[in-house]
């Protein structure tokens, strides 16, 4: 039976949640009850941005009037501001408090989304998105930093249903993107209006995160970043390969679907739903699995199945074929993030958020590398062959995937 991500074993040296620290009575289970439910709003409400996000990629794109290349220019952007912003992520939330980090993350995302299509030109939008994926990469932090913290106090598994929410906000942000559209609502004032929606439900939410309370005297101050290496470069590998091949669906399924398969985009954005959707149902059901089945097995597992779905979606080209692979892809890659964010948090001498950033690092780099990649290639030859890249970031992580065991 694997211990569930997050609960240090005896004799692990990680810093402990500031709602833990020494000197602090620990939460009662009505409260801790009360966080597990604020937090999962926070993670639903981070895959609802991420959601109408994807969805609108051909808005920006016909917006700015972008080529392949142009795209590419922007999601580097955003990848870029989420990894420059873990350098300092766990110093962050550490002196900060995951209720103030949170906070003024939220709302420069919330911002940031909100007026995505309302810059007059590119040279305004692109450092926008610069702060887009700052902010997104912080508050990813913070509350993963919290997840992990209410799995070590309430002795239970939960990240994996935190990251179903996850993936369950972010198919309800495309299936309402997709619904909008067809309805004929203007793009720019859709993600204006989810902008405004992710600032108000995460702000209601905000005062039910636990407190951060002062470090006991003597205690290590907060790290600012731990760099990866030995067992935490490992997991940060596996990370990149499983965000390499996620980022590349959540940024390419919705214009593979119109570009390639020639779908309206109303129906092309049922590509991130079903793969989000799919996602979700198995990240729900993946801590009761993780309870049985070891995670070594769990993650090859489903890596093999992610890397099988995409390498029948290719050469098939079919819309409906298309759209069970990539909920295939979406079963096989659920348990990545619960699992590799949980492995991280137990690698002894680091801090949860020192870990999580440092291991989440690296898997944005897969965010960084992924889908400019794709768009590189899609220029030299077609968006269908460069999105093979997802079944061999599938591979790699399914070779991988024992050495955490």
Sequence with gaps: MTRPAGAAA?????????????????????????????????????????????????SLKAQYGLDAAGLSTVLFA?????????????????????????????LAMAAML????????????????????????????AINAEGTALESLSRRAVMGGLHGMFSAGGMLGAALAALLLRAGVDAAWQLAVVGGLLAGLGLAAWPHMLEQHPAAPG???????????????????????????EG???????????????????????????????MAGARFAGDALRARVPDARLLAFGALLSALSMAVVLPLAHPVVALVGFAGVGIGLALVAPILYGAATRVPGVSRAAG????????????????PLVGALAQAV??????????????????GARRIG
Aim: charged share 10%.
């Design 356 to 371: 999580i950033a440092a291991v989440t690092s690296v898997g944005y780099a897969g965010f960084l590398v992924g889908p």
């Design 382 to 399: 077609s968006l269908g062959a460069a999105m093979g890249l997802v079944v061999l970031a599938s591979l790699l992580l399914a070779l």
């Design 248 to 278: 590349v669906l959540y940024n390419w399924s919705v214009l593979y679907m119109k570009q390639e398969l020639g779908q309206p985009q109303a129906v092309a954005g049922l590509a991130f739903a079903v793969f989000s959707g799919a």
């Design 114 to 141: 909100a007026l995505a299509l309302h810059w007059p030109s590119l040279g305004w939008l692109l450092p926008a998105m610069l702060l887009h994926g700052a902010a997104m990469s912080l508050y990813d932090v």
């Design 219 to 245: 205690e290590r101050p907060p790290q600012a970043f731990a760099w990866p290496r030995g067992r935490l470069l490992l997991i940060g590998a596996l990370a990149f390969a499983g965000l390499t091949a």
């Design 10 to 58: 005896a004799g692990d040296a990680a810093t402990p949640p500031a709602s833990a620290t020494a000197g602090a009575a620990a939460p009662d289970r009505a409260r801790l009850s009360q966080a597990r439910r604020a937090n999962r709003l926070h993670f639903a409400l981070l895959g609802l941005q991420g959601g109408a996000w994807g969805v609108h990629i051909p």
């Design 78 to 106: 955003i990848a870029s501001g989420a990894v420059l912003s873990l350098w300092v992520a766990g110093r962050v939330v550490a002196r900060w408090g995951v209720r103030r980090a949170l906070a003024g993350s939220l």
